[in-house]
């Protein structure tokens, strides 16, 4: 699941779901700029709203139990995963970070790490020489900077290194319980898919998302969304067929309708098979990953 300010504890109330310009430059967990007002292909802007809500409120149906897919027992953990998550599968983080953080727990330890070290129990998440560099950077910075603790803020998150604001609205959503859309490569295609946005910039993917939902659903939105990616919207051949918001999407067709064939295509413990983590949640409905070294299918 691989690349999260405050002040979002709070549920915001119905003056917060569509801010205006002010609003929007100070409240710093939404990129600057948003998108156009207009709506694709001709549909109203209110239709557009309503279609995206009504397709998160179905998603949550779906997977009442979605979830960061990478295992982390701190903010520390989630960093380091995140960071490591990128261009890369969670399973393969996940099969990982266990070595990882029995060696080095906490920042200070990372950061006085022997990088050849670091980087040999991280070569199976690949780009390990740029990744050990970023981990000893972040790690250094918190505990130099932050006196070990990993901040809650997405401006002192952006400030180390390897963690721009993907990264940090994930540690940020799911470690500190401040709302973040995070735009991964799932999340962009699927919402370009379903004609929420034809941006290609995360960050305008972002904002554009953002106006669409009220800030207490953008963390869990995020999850969904990725979850229905990794599981049936597929980027080569979405199973279209067994999709249970075909009805909502304005692409369908571009996968496999022949519902059979479309459940074959299913993935994980929509098909049967392993998630992406080690120690899923206890209300994961599927089989806990298994660890680095066995046979797994992998997206």
Known sequence: MGERTPDSARTPGKNARTPGKKTRAADSSKPRGSGSGKALGGESRIALV?????INRELAEVYPYAHPELDFENSFQLLVATVLSAQTTDLRVNQTTPALFAAYPTPEDM???????LEQLIRPTGFFRAKAKSLLGL???LRDNFGGEVPGRLEDLVTLPGVGRKTANVVLGNA???PGITVDTHFGRLVRRWKWTDETDPEKVEAVVC???????????SHRVVFHGRRVCHSRKPACGACPIAPLCPSYGEGETDPEK???????EMGGRPGQRLKPPAD?????APP????VEVE
């Not at 106006?211 to 939105?221: G, I």
């Not at 680095?292 to 046979?295: D, K, M, Q, R, V």
């Open 211 to 221: 106006d669409l939902f009220p800030k207490s659903e953008w963390t869990m939105l």
């Open 50 to 54: 309503r279609r995206a809500r009504r």
């Open 176 to 178: 500190f319980g401040v």
């Open 284 to 288: 994961y409905p599927g089989d806990p």
């Open 139 to 141: 790690s250094a910075a």
């Open 262 to 268: 479309a459940k074959k295509l299913l993935k994980y």
């Open 292 to 295: 680095l070294g066995a046979a």
């Open 111 to 117: 950061a006085a790490a022997d990088p050849e070290a």
